[in-house]
């Protein structure tokens, strides 16, 4: 007993400083106003940036197109990889839902759809957001897509990405819908509730906004915008093997109440199918609702779809008995 004490001792200082170290290859905390970098590491180098390339997708499209514009997918957008919405070729869609799709659920065939509607192609799209880039100071950025699948040439640093990041929160619709929790997207049968990528906007109050990525070559990159004692701040990070462990240790450079590992774990996002719809007889549509079941622990899950009867609120009803007849008690069944 006394060795495995002493063995748990010896090693699992070890183990705590493995895990206080920030894998990330390339990060930057800086003061959004006058870009005093706080903490930071290799953050000119140029990395792939998954999908925080659709920042500058995303901020495009809003400067370029109304939010009420209709933009068609062709039939290309079947073979977008996943992420996805799922969106349908011929189909008409919100441009402003795809950009939303694009942000909160960094759905891959939205920035696609966004990037052909704009450009043309999406290959003439990615060289408008490279011109556009090198406008707002970000000199060792190119992009090849408007997703951020990985693709040879498409790169950006740490400080450039933060750069970007700045301009796109200085335009209030962007900074809105990349701060939106939940996404309600019509699939013509189904809605569905997608919750945002970004965790720490259900568990870290000074979280303003942020654009989370992956892909297996890029690793995970991020960025995000917070706010202390009046001032902002960005953090931008590229090659972490481990996202929020990684943003959690960068940011104790500003804060020391910081969400725990169950917070950021609870916070992961799975989108709700919310709505169906089935057919009665002679085509009429009913609206099916989900049916929520209460745990233990008072949590809500969905379950099934049923219809339901409005029921009168009594619970009792007496009727009057005739020969050779029992009284019965009819008692309403409470949904």
């Known amino acids: 007993m006394f060795y495995l004490l002493l063995a748990v001792f010896l090693f699992l200082p070890q183990y705590l400083t493995a895990n206080d170290e920030i894998t990330a290859a390339s990060y930057l905390l ?7 970098i706080i903490s930071g590491r290799d953050y000119h180098a140029k990395m792939a940036p998954a999908s925080t390339t659709k920042v500058m997708t995303a901020i495009m499209a809003i400067e370029k197109l109304p939010a009420e514009d209709m933009v068609v997918p062709d039939s290309s957008v079947h073979t977008i990889p996943a992420s996805k ?3 349908v070729p011929d189909k008409k869609y919100r441009a402003m839902d795809l950009v939303t799709g694009a942000l909160v659920k960094s759905a891959n065939d939205a920035a696609y759809a966004l990037a052909v509607h704009i450009g043309g192609t999406e290959n003439n799209f990615a060289r408008m957001m490279t011109e556009k880039a090198q406008e707002i100071g970000a000199q060792n950025t190119q992009f090849r897509n408007a997703s951020g699948l990985f693709a040879d040439g ?5 400080y450039d990405l933060a750069l970007i990041f700045r301009y796109a929160l200085s335009n209030e619709t962007f900074r809105e819908t990349s701060a939106t929790k939940y996404f309600l997207f019509n699939k013509g049968s189904q809605n569905i509730k997608y ?16 654009k989370t990525g992956f892909t297996k070559l890029s690793r995970h990159c991020y960025v995000g915008a917070f706010e202390k004692d009046g001032k902002v701040y960005i953090l931008s990070m590229l090659g972490s093997n481990n996202l929020w462990g990684d943003v959690i240790l960068i940011l104790k450079n500003l804060y020391s109440d910081l969400p725990s590992d169950r917070e950021i774990k609870e916070a992961r996002a799975n989108p709700i199918v919310l709505t169906s719809y089935g057919k009665k007889k002679g085509n009429k ?3 099916l609702t989900a049916k929520k079941k209460t745990t233990a622990k008072s949590s809500v899950a969905l379950t099934s779809y049923k219809t339901k009867k409005t029921i009168k609120p009594a619970a009792k009803r007496k009727f009057k008995t005739h020969k050779n007849h029992k009284k019965y008690k009819i008692t309403a069944k409470r949904y």
């Not at 800086?30 to 005093?36: A, D, G, N, S």
């Not at 498409?154 to 740490?158: G, K, L, R, V």
């Open 30 to 36: 800086v003061e959004k106003e006058t870009f005093q």
């Open 85 to 87: 919405l799922n969106l």
């Open 154 to 158: 498409q790169y950006t640093t740490s």
């Open 195 to 210: 919750k945002n990528h970004n965790r720490l906007l259900f568990c870290f109050e000074p979280t303003i906004a942020g």
């Open 285 to 287: 549509q009913i609206q």
